[in-house]
């Protein structure tokens, strides 16, 4: 408050003091009888009294607004702390929030900038994606073109097999009845010295199958017109050891030759005992479903092709089931089928149930030893059947790009409804079975004929009757030495 406040503060209480003088003054006075100056003065102290109460409330209210004023004084001070607290506060928290918003215009042109690099990178991966779809499309289509070329071209090496076999064959029997006519014109004309026998002309070396050459040569050989094929049997005395193939080709002729009794006979005949070292003979004597032969350890992984070779020889005028490779899957992965109900010497040759190509093998419904040969390859789906060393038939689209699981049960004799059971009398073989062999791979002609001649035997067989377990019955294991021999 300022100097005009106090002055007036001060005079206020004189006139307090004053007043309260002269009311104690009055008091003291004895009583009587008022006269207009008194009574005067006594209004003048009533108004003062008055006054004094006025001024005292005014006192009053100006200490409480002195009160007031000093108190909202400090309420502004602090407020104005607190306001430049706040301001204080509010700058830093700008301050921050700047530095956050120039770390995050940094950040995003930093991730702008990566994201750029990535749409390159991306853009580039997507053109090598293209390009490598493009080359693997191109790759897949010269893969597939080779792949018809060499099925085209196996064709044509068995075709031109055939018919070179067929040649060589024709040149035997040609020179055999040479020779019988000779000993015929000798016979008949007794007085005149017999000229010295001319020889069967042996093949040139080039129309020996090579399979080397054959697999180089792309040429197809019409077969000749006028020549059936006769039926080969199981070609005579051929050597025993495993030595090449010119061994066999020059004793062939000199057998012809000495059992030419009938010159109308083109074929040498099959003596007893021509057959041998083809290991162990099993025998089926019966059509019980206790004869049961199992091939373990089966196949130990998926197969994409397969060859089955075996001797066969039948007893009953059927051929059965002459093996059968069952899985928990399916019953039927792998089945030579044949059954009682069936044309004579059909076989249902079965991959992965229910698709079969029926395999013509009424050849060997005749009581005498063939080699069989069932071959088959997923490229493709093709797959050949040769009967001693001849190609019977062919086919493909048969369980193309198809694998033979592992793991599965491999039953010789029998046909299985379940995984090593479910086996019916009316399915089963009966006959003699020897040499037998499975590959994971599809033979070449050239390995069949070896292999049905004794010349050679393809390396890789995954089973063969080494690992043959009997389950029971009446099944006979014969060792010896020609198959002819055996019963």
Not at 41 to 60: A, Y
Not at 210 to 222: A, E, I, S, T
Not at 229 to 246: C, E, F, N, S
Request: aromatic share 6%.
């Amino acid at each position: 408050m300022g100097c005009s406040g106090r002055r007036t503060l001060s005079f206020l209480l004189m006139l307090v003091l004053m007043y309260l003088h002269t009311a104690s003054s009055q008091e003291a006075r004895p009583p009587g009888p008022r006269k207009p100056f008194f009574e005067r003065l006594w209004r003048l102290e009533e108004q003062f009294q008055r006054f004094q109460e006025v001024t005292l409330t005014h006192l009053q209210g100006i200490a409480s607004n002195y009160n007031v004023s000093y108190n909202i004084d400090a309420r502004f001070r602090s407020l104005a702390q607190e306001n430049q607290a706040m301001a204080l506060a509010l700058n830093q928290s700008q301050a921050a929030v700047q530095g956050d918003l120039g770390h995050l215009e940094t950040w995003v042109r930093k991730t702008q900038q990566r994201g750029r690099k990535v749409d390159a990178k991306l853009l580039a991966l997507d053109l090598a994606l293209s390009e490598g779809t493009q080359q693997h499309a191109q790759e897949r289509k010269e893969q597939k073109a080779q792949g018809d070329a060499v099925s085209g071209l196996a064709l044509d090496v068995r075709a031109l097999q055939d018919t070179l076999a067929n040649l060589t064959q024709l040149m035997h029997s040609q020179g055999a009845r040479l020779a019988a006519l000779e000993g015929q014109l000798q016979a008949a004309r007794p007085d005149t010295t017999a000229p010295s026998p001319t020889p069967a002309p042996t093949p040139p070396q080039w129309l020996i199958p090579n399979p080397l050459q054959l697999q180089g040569d792309r040429q197809v050989l019409p077969a000749l017109p006028g020549h059936r094929k006769p039926p080969q049997d199981i070609p005579g005395r051929l050597p025993v050891t495993w030595g090449p193939a010119g061994v066999a080709s020059q004793e062939a002729p000199r057998e012809a030759i000495a059992d030419l009794g009938d010159p109308q006979r083109a074929w040498p005949p099959q003596r007893p005992g021509e057959i041998c070292n083809v290991g162990p003979v099993l025998v089926f004597p019966n059509a019980s479903t206790e004869n049961v032969v199992f091939l373990r350890p089966g196949f130990q992984v998926g197969l994409r092709a397969l060859s089955v070779c075996s001797w066969v020889r039948t007893a009953s005028g059927r051929l059965g089931t002459l093996l059968s490779y069952a899985t928990e899957e399916n019953d039927n992965k792998l089945v030579l089928h044949g059954r009682d109900s069936l044309v004579p010497g059909s076989v249902h040759f079965v991959i992965g149930d229910p698709a079969f190509r029926e395999l013509p093998l009424q050849p060997l419904l005749d009581g005498r030893w063939h080699h069989l040969c069932v071959i088959w390859t997923s490229t493709q789906g093709r797959h050949w059947l040769y009967v001693d060393r001849r190609l019977v038939a062919t086919s493909s689209r048969f369980r193309e790009g198809y694998e033979i699981p592992p793991g599965g049960s491999l039953v010789l004799g029998q046909e299985q409804d379940t995984v090593g059971g479910g086996f019916d009398s009316a399915e089963a073989f009966v006959g003699s079975v020897a040499g037998l062999a499975i590959w994971g791979r599809a033979l070449a002609p050239g390995e069949v004929s070896s292999l049905a001649t004794r010349k050679a035997v393809p390396t890789g067989a995954l089973l063969t009757l080494a690992n043959a377990e009997s389950a029971g019955g009446f099944v006979q294991r014969v060792t010896g030495t020609c198959l002819e021999l055996h019963p």
